[in-house]
């Protein structure tokens, strides 16, 4: 398919015309300087290092800042500024850079508002089953409330110092110094009626229904408990499909397919065997041992009345 000279240039080539000379070299592309003096330190092409939102680094004397929208993404192989496969769902172009920017003094940080509650709650423990609302510290002096639903599905998975995925489930809320301290006994004069806590209504049978099974197929409607306390009932069709696949204690999908009903305790009595009628008496049978029927003959005529005796046993012709 060699232009011209191949067999079939013309299934590939196109001629346009005759020239002379060469091509003049295109100028390198450029980009207006941007509203800095100097560039920012250069970025890490070892993504060694963790980039923020709104920080900004230098590339081969180019500008750019970190706009991603999920935590870590400007740190993350395929997202490096100007060449990364996708860096520009991560990155934005400011513009060109000479030299290095002067040094500024340390910004004053602003601390983190002390929480509502005196000293810190406990460490964050991977494994834990977290609630929505949950509080926990990392980094020693930050505190950190668990998501509403359904985020709250992440706190169990993620830590807050997860840099990539913390977010996902933790919300930084203040800082903290020390242990909560144990509250003191109230000292009243005379004492007051504690409040009564409304306990979850008791389901419409007595006893608790099966504990919940992992692979067994529910129906809309079926009944199962958890804890031995808490009962949950699968959703009507077209939840109902999920009452097998995730249980009423998954955070996550649990409410999907159940409704929790009420509490319970104990196991469901045992229903009592069926009372048995009495047999009521026995048909009347006419008694035929005593009479004597000629056997049954296959030729034969028989009217109504007739008796024969086949096997043993006598009959009578029907009408």
């Known amino acids: 398919w060699e232009p011209v000279t191949g067999q079939f240039w013309e299934e590939a080539w196109d001629l346009l015309g005759s020239c ?28 060694g290092t963790s980039y923020e939102i709104g920080e900004h680094v230098a590339l081969d004397e180019v500008v750019y800042e970190c706009t991603a929208s999920a935590s870590g993404r400007c740190s993350q192989a395929g997202w490096e500024p ?15 850079c000479t030299g290095t920017i002067t040094p500024t ?7 983190l508002p002390i929480w509502e509650k005196g000293g810190c709650p406990e460490e964050y423990s991977a494994g834990t089953v977290y609630q929505a609302g949950d509080h926990v510290s990392a980094y020693g002096s930050r505190v950190f409330e668990c998501r509403p639903f359904p985020n709250n599905g992440y706190c ?20 903290c110094s020390g242990t909560i301290s144990p509250t003191g006994a109230p000292t009243t004069s005379t004492p007051t009626v504690s409040p ?29 408990s958890l804890y031995e306390k808490l009962v949950f009932q699968c959703k ?13 204690a998954d955070l996550e999908y649990g409410t999907w397919g159940w409704t929790m009903t009420g509490g319970c305790t104990g196991t469901i009595s045992p229903t009592g065997a069926p009372t048995t009628l009495k047999p009521t008496n026995s048909p009347t049978v006419t008694d035929y041992s ?30």
């Open 20 to 47: 002379t000379g060469t091509i003049a070299p295109t100028a390198a592309v450029t980009f207006e300087s941007w509203d800095k003096i100097g560039c920012p330190p250069e970025f890490d092409i070892s993504l």
């Open 82 to 96: 100007g060449y990364g496969l996708y860096w520009e769902e991560a990155w934005n172009l400011l513009g060109s």
């Open 105 to 111: 003094l340390s910004p004053t940080r602003v601390p």
């Open 156 to 175: 169990g998975q993620y830590s807050p110092e997860d840099d990539v995925n913390g977010d996902m489930g933790w919300l930084t809320i203040g800082g």
């Open 196 to 224: 009564s806590i409304a306990p979850r209504p008791l389901w419409e049978k007595e006893g608790c229904p099966e504990e919940y099974g992992s692979g067994v197929l529910y129906s809309p409607g079926d009944y199962v």
């Open 236 to 248: 009507p069709h077209p939840n109902s499909g999920y009452c097998s696949q995730f249980s009423p």
């Open 290 to 319: 005593s009479c004597s029927a000629p056997a049954y003959d296959s030729s034969a005529t028989y009217v109504e009345g007739s008796l024969v005796q086949a096997g043993g046993v006598i009959y009578e012709c029907k009408p």
